[in-house]
């Protein structure tokens, strides 16, 4: 990350509210504060938005520092587009508890599908680090 | 350094990103830099209902190390020059 025109940097983002999807599959929105050329990143006032279906839900984190080999994408909110969102916001209980679902059911069709592999001769392969996106 | 100069031709152009977590955006290239980092405008993601967060989002910036494949339009790439610069480059690679 350098000044040279036409260079993509994350300068031009910093204090905006930005929308940062990690590779585990968190998002989290927050304020660019600072930056260094590995994108590591310095998020202020930040929240963590869960999305199940048509739901989504906000915990309150304050001040992150994201490691930039986390990172996958960082998008800049558009505050209208945020106020028109046709998703349904409720508390942070109830998005916790609907995520929870949502893992579960996914872990058993994981499970199904292993078996099925491992039935047919292909043994799982396992991955160092679990990345969810 | 070859590919970094190619994206820079291709700033303006439409492209789809597909990034290694499977989610896929169609953009305009903004810009693009020394590691492959990719700035997107006019975003829009092809599977809207897997990957709500990005409702709300007009620009990004993709970090150039998630990056599966960059979609091009076939008639924005000139494929003989790119052979010729990629050879050119094996020569000087070969010499270093």
Known sequence: MNYLPGTA???EEIDKKLLVVLRDGRTLIGYLRSIDQFA????????????VGKKYGDIP????????ENVVLLGEIDMEKEGQLP??????????????????????????????LVERGIQPH???????? | MLFYSFFK??????VVVELKNDL?????????DQFLNIKLTEISVTDPDKYPHMLSVKNCFIRGSVVRYVQLPA??????????????????????
């Open chain 1, 126 to 133: 396992v991955d160092q680090i679990q990345e969810d996106f």
């Open chain 1, 40 to 51: 590591n990143l310095v998020l202020h006032r930040t929240i963590e938005r869960i999305h």
């Open chain 2, 24 to 32: 896929s955006v169609c953009g305009t290239l903004h810009s693009v």
């Open chain 1, 87 to 116: 998703l349904e916001e409720v508390k942070i209980e109830e998005i916790l508890a609907m995520q929870q679902e949502e893992q579960t059911v996914k872990k058993q069709e994981e499970e199904k599908k292993k078996k099925a």
């Open chain 2, 9 to 14: 031709s291709l700033v303006g152009k439409d």
């Open chain 1, 9 to 11: 940097s994350l300068i």
């Open chain 1, 61 to 68: 984190r304050g001040i992150f520092v994201v490691r930039g």
């Open chain 2, 75 to 96: 008639d924005e790439c000139d494929t003989q020059l790119l052979q010729d610069a990629a050879r050119k480059e094996a020569v000087q690679n070969k010499k270093r």
